[in-house]
Nanobody, 121 residues
Framework: QVQLEESGGGLVQAGGSLRLSCAASGRTISSYAMGWFRQAPGKEREFVARISWIGGSTYYADSVKGRFTISRDNAKNTVYLQMNNLKPEDTAVYYC??????????????WGQGTQVTVSS
């Protein structure tokens, strides 16, 4: 199983940007679909973005489309989430997952510990 560690979260004003990183160890991520999910207090974990293990095709939640970009560097065993034009409703703990893909959390069987993103208005 692959181990994941997120970083790059923090406090930012609305309209600002952050870049999250997800570093993998233990196994190469090149054979996994990688996804970003987020969870706000009192809410369920929700899909944000994913990138396929072959071809690099991407898919985004409607709420972040046009503002967030997911990318992967298989040579560095790292996945990124560039977040621009952040909004207060983006505030959540962001998790990186590795799995078979899709937009459902149960399709990802390895998770990091999460990184907090807080967007002030």
């Amino acid at each position: 199983q692959v181990q994941l560690e997120e970083s790059g979260g923090g406090l930012v004003q609305a309209g600002g940007s952050l870049r999250l990183s997800c570093a993998a160890s233990g196994r190469t991520i090149s054979s996994y679909a990688m996804g970003w999910f987020r969870q706000a207090p009192g809410k369920e974990r929700e899909f944000v973005a994913r990138i396929s293990w072959i071809g690099g095709s991407t898919y985004y939640a409607d709420s972040v489309k046009g503002r967030f970009t997911i990318s992967r560097d298989n040579a560095k065993n790292t996945v990124y989430l560039q977040m621009n034009n952040l909004k207060p409703e983006d505030t959540a703990v962001y998790y990186c997952g590795a799995g078979v893909g899709g937009t459902v959390a149960r399709h990802f069987d390895s998770w990091g510990q999460g990184t907090q993103v807080t967007v002030s208005s």
